[in-house]
């Protein structure tokens, strides 16, 4: 009877350390959090993301971040909407981010998309002469990337995605 006490006793010892150890880690994450897909296209100028993260716990909170490089043109046009065919155009490059915050669902999925905008005309050093108005003619985004900032989820999403054309 003593024995069959001792192995109880030890059952019931190793059962709590499992359930202390495992305990906070289930209610934190649930798993194996990672992004089950994601794709991009522009958008206009912008670009958007869509995207699936699963392996979350139920009703969890989460931030993700998109991140992308651009290369852009933009160019003088005059009221008629011609670009005159002096060199007055500037290329310009710049990384965009954009996070927002998602809730998983009840079964610690997040289906949501996130888009960055494309540079201003009054965020670069180029200006148009007198009687011109300064366009973004083209703009192609690549390096793309989600991450997921309260675990190690993160993906790159393949491909260049372009509007516009160079003048």
């Not at 069959?4 to 305990?23: E, V």
């Not at 201003?120 to 900032?149: A, K, M, R």
Request: hydrophobic share 35%; aromatic share 10%.
């Amino acid at each position: 009877m003593r024995n069959l006490l001792r192995t109880f006793t030890m059952l019931a010892i190793a059962l709590a350390a499992f359930c202390l150890a495992s305990g906070p880690a289930s209610a934190a994450g649930g798993g194996n959090p990672h992004f089950n897909r994601a794709s991009a296209s522009a958008s206009g100028t912008d670009l958007t993301v869509t995207f699936k993260e699963v392996g979350l716990g139920s009703d969890t909170t989460v931030t993700i971040v998109l991140t992308a490089h651009w290369d852009a043109q933009f160019a003088c046009f005059n009221h008629g909407g011609k670009h005159p065919s002096a060199t007055n155009k500037e290329s310009f490059s710049g990384d965009a981010s954009f996070s927002d915050q998602f809730r998983s669902d009840k079964n610690g999925n997040i289906v949501g998309s996130l888009t960055v905008s494309a540079p201003t005309v009054s965020n670069n050093d180029f200006s148009c002469p007198p009687g011109q108005n300064e366009v973004l003619t083209y703009i192609q985004w690549s390096g793309i990337s989600l991450t997921d900032t309260s675990s190690p989820a993160y993906t790159e999403v393949p491909g260049t995605f372009t509007y516009g054309s160079k003048v």
